[in-house]
């Protein structure tokens, strides 16, 4: 099958989207992995909170909410900058 013929069809065996957690989830989930103070939970809720209420940032996400590797890798990098 070439490209012309795939053309149009969509994305075949994409995987599923992200799964939305909260802040609380994800500081939980944190928590259990590396042992950080409730004043250090209390910093990456307010950076996660910061981080969530940035429109570029936000823009960004939605635009590649499918496209995990361009988030988990080289924005996931330059969103630590902004």
Do not use: C, W
Request: negative net charge; without cysteine.
């Amino acid at each position: 099958m070439s490209d012309e013929d795939t053309i149009g069809q969509g994305k075949k065996g994409s995987d599923p989207p992200p799964k939305k957690v909260s802040v609380q989830e994800m500081i939980a989930e944190i928590k259990t992995n590396f042992n950080i103070t409730d004043e250090g939970a209390l910093y990456i809720k307010q950076v996660t909170e910061k981080k969530a209420a940035d429109p570029i940032i936000h823009n960004t996400v939605t635009a590649h909410r499918e496209d995990l590797i361009y988030l988990e890798g080289a924005y996931f990098l330059e969103a630590g900058r902004l």
